[in-house]
T-cell receptor, first 109, second 114 residues
Framework: KQEVTQIPAALSVPEGENLVLNCSFT??????LQWFRQDPGKGLTSLLL?????REQTSGRLNASLDKSSGRSTLYIAASQPGDSATYLC????????FGTGTSLTVIP | GAGVSQSPSNKVTEKGKDVELRCDPI?????LYWYRQSLGQGLEFLIY????????KSGLPSDRFSAERTGGSVSTLTIQRTQQEDSAVYLC????????????FGQGTRLTVV
């Protein structure tokens, strides 16, 4: 059974710092990996999608990498801003999505 | 529509009543997923549709839960005889055909059973 783990569970950083969120998964037979953002009381907003054949994807200040063979992905956020404060979830897709429990990020002004 | 739409956004119901939650996927998306997020918990898979068929219903927690999808579009999740432990946010997602495609989530329905 696929298990997805995210470390750290919570992170608090001052504004402007670069940071890395980690995601690991146990079964490498995935189609893709998707990073989401969830604001309190809201749904999930898709940030980045990495296909299983890809190594990384970039969108603005966000960069996600994927090492499928080792079962790891990282989300790099450059020059963090208070508006980045949210819970970040990674999900690996087989035919359904398997989610990690998320990293709660607080960026302090 | 522009995104996945779920209704109602909030629902308060009395224990023992039946509720229906609706999901309108993005037009043309053939895959549709229901997930549940309980307070402080991760996302729990409920059911997956490909077109109108549900190849995997294994996540439905009990026989009080059922879901259907008609016309390859709108899906309804029905919970019969609601219990307090059913209180959660129910999230729907859709994606176009093919497991490698990006999934988009709705804003969810917050269900409170009192």
């Amino acid at each position: 059974k696929q298990e997805v783990t995210q470390i750290p569970a919570a992170l608090s950083v001052p504004e402007g710092e670069n940071l890395v969120l980690n995601c690991s998964f146990t079964d490498s037979a995935i189609y893709n990996l998707q990073w989401f953002r969830q604001d309190p009381g809201k749904g999930l907003t898709s940030l980045l999608l990495i296909q299983s054949s890809q190594r990384e994807q970039t969108s603005g200040r966000l960069n996600a990498s994927l090492d499928k063979s080792s079962g790891r992905s990282t989300l790099y956020i450059a020059a963090s801003q208070p508006g980045d404060s949210a819970t970040y979830l990674c999900a690996v897709r087989m035919y359904q999505f398997y989610f990690g429990t998320g990293t709660s990020l607080t960026v302090i002004p | 529509g522009a995104g996945v739409s779920q209704s109602p956004s909030n629902k308060v119901t009395e224990k023992g009543k039946d509720v229906e939650l609706r999901c309108d996927p993005i037009s043309g998306h053939t895959a549709l997923y229901w997930y549940r997020q309980s307070l402080g918990q991760g996302l729990e898979f409920l059911i997956y549709f490909q077109g109108n068929s549900a190849p995997d219903k294994s996540g439905l927690p009990s026989d009080r839960f059922s879901a259907e999808r008609t016309g390859g579009s709108v899906s309804t999740l029905t919970i019969q005889r609601t219990q307090q432990e059913d209180s959660a946010v129910y999230l729907c997602a859709s994606s176009s055909q093919g497991a490698g495609t990006e999934a988009f989530f709705g804003q969810g329905t917050r269900l409170t059973v009192v």
